[in-house]
């Protein structure tokens, strides 16, 4: 063990198993749902909203929306009836969203944020912003947790994927040591498919119900490395950039 | 999709996962926790002891023992004092066990096997009995849902190891189709690993809490395929030879 590797770097596959971890202090959680609300938070951000407020149900976002917010809500990949958007990030045009606070409620991602509040921080991690959100983190002396939302509470491969490529990517500077099956799990998976990660996602069963509902435009967007800069970070009730 | 392929395996990571799987009709649960309930008691079976009673915790064991019956117990991997054996696969010779009923008590495959009663059946696996397994399982028209029993809930590489090497050979038949992503990654980490099963295996965190322990001498033969042909299966109160 590298004494100065003073960090640790945890993988947590399912919030479900999120009671599990061995972490439980000074700490950042990372949560992510490439497919696809943690890769359209980013876009929004990249595109200039101005701040989102999460939220865990479709009759709270339905209230914000007769309040006169603008708001992202689907149901199973559905947008719902009331909403503005779903939940694909190629809606949220710097047109549509620079400058202005957008109401979000999603399936998997929404449900995740709220379960991690005893976390120092919670950042918003997607393939699209890796790059940035590795150096945001490792200028924080802070241990990290990286979240999976799964689909429905179950482990799920694109999620994984982008765990490992993040843990991978903290454990080549100084500060991290990733002891946990899960991490080396999750890296080995990355290391398998990073090549050609198209290809290896097209075994995951969250690809072909995007497909069977016509969502899967996002795919190749969804897996593309360090398209933006920015690093939402979630204070307990709403996200803006991380300072 | 092959439509001859009639049967699903899925790969649960953690019993807290459990209550997550889609199978929910007709199907079989293989229990595994290779280091060590599971390999200890195929071990016991293949040198001839008629039954085991598997029990959740150590004062049920302790009444067992004080009632007459040969008790094995263990707690964070250390035998308790007033038990015959701890877990160690190497203690249950043909000697001690050979036509004899042994109650059995681990800290985390016995919780496991009490979460699974809904399953027609439940199978006991571990590397040693894997083929026989595999063949028992192809003559059941069943589903399989092979259940990790992992590491207090969290996931742990050599039971997911044992998952995906149980999944691959599976899906080899025509029954089997692997459709959720844990499968797949459990498949995808055992391509990875076996063709040298004990290297990649150094890198589990439980192997080094069992080192630490002074119990890791039966590691190299948890991992060793195929040395006995049994299939204990678990009734809902004891452990038998399946028939």
Redesign the interface.
Known sequence: MNCEKSRTVEVC??P??FS?I?TRENYIVVLTDILRATTSICTAFANGVDRIIPVANPDEARNLKEAGYMVASEQDGKKLDFADFGNSAFSFTPERVSGKTLVYCTTNGTRALNMVKTADQIAIGAFINLGSLAHWLEARDKNVVILCSG???????ED?LFAGALASELIKSKYYLA????A??AM??WK?AKDDLLGYIE????RHRLKKLGLDDVIPYSFQMDLTQVVPVFDGHEIRIGI
């Open positions: 596959f399912t479900k198993l599990e061995i689909w429905k509470n179950k482990f799920c491969l994984s002891e946990c099956d899960s080396k799990a080995d998976l398998l075994k995951a069963c969250h």
